[in-house]
């Protein structure tokens, strides 16, 4: 299994960018997908979720800018990304975790300036 996280470049705050992660490979057990970023010197970071049952959720920093959405028959993950601020200046993952693996992307860089 591979993800494939793309669609990440420069962009202007208050810009959008829409980040697709691409699956291959057959992925039994899904219990979430999730995005993930990691800003320049800081930690990895939870960004969104989106259950099979299509639940979602956010941390505080996103709520209300992006959306996260998937298309399971096209083994898809999306993350909207609206009013973007140079805050949300990192490398984003994409990642599944199943019940037997925790897979993830490698990554996609995105800047937002000022």
């Known amino acids: 299994v591979q993800l494939q996280a793309s669609g990440g470049g420069l962009v202007q705050a208050g810009g959008s960018l829409r980040l697709p992660c691409a699956a291959s490979g057959r992925i039994n057990g899904i219990q979430t997908r999730r995005w993930y970023r990691q800003a320049p010197g800081k930690e990895r970071e939870w960004v969104a979720s989106?259950?099979?049952?299509?639940?979602?959720d956010y941390a505080d920093s996103v709520k209300g800018r992006f959306t996260v959405s998937r298309n399971s028959a096209e083994k898809m993950l999306y993350l909207q990304m609206n009013s973007l601020e140079p805050e949300d200046t990192a490398v984003y993952y994409c990642n599944i975790l199943t019940v037997y693996e925790d897979y993830w992307g490698q990554g996609t860089l995105v800047t937002v300036s000022s």
């Open positions: 989106i259950r099979p049952n299509g639940a979602v």
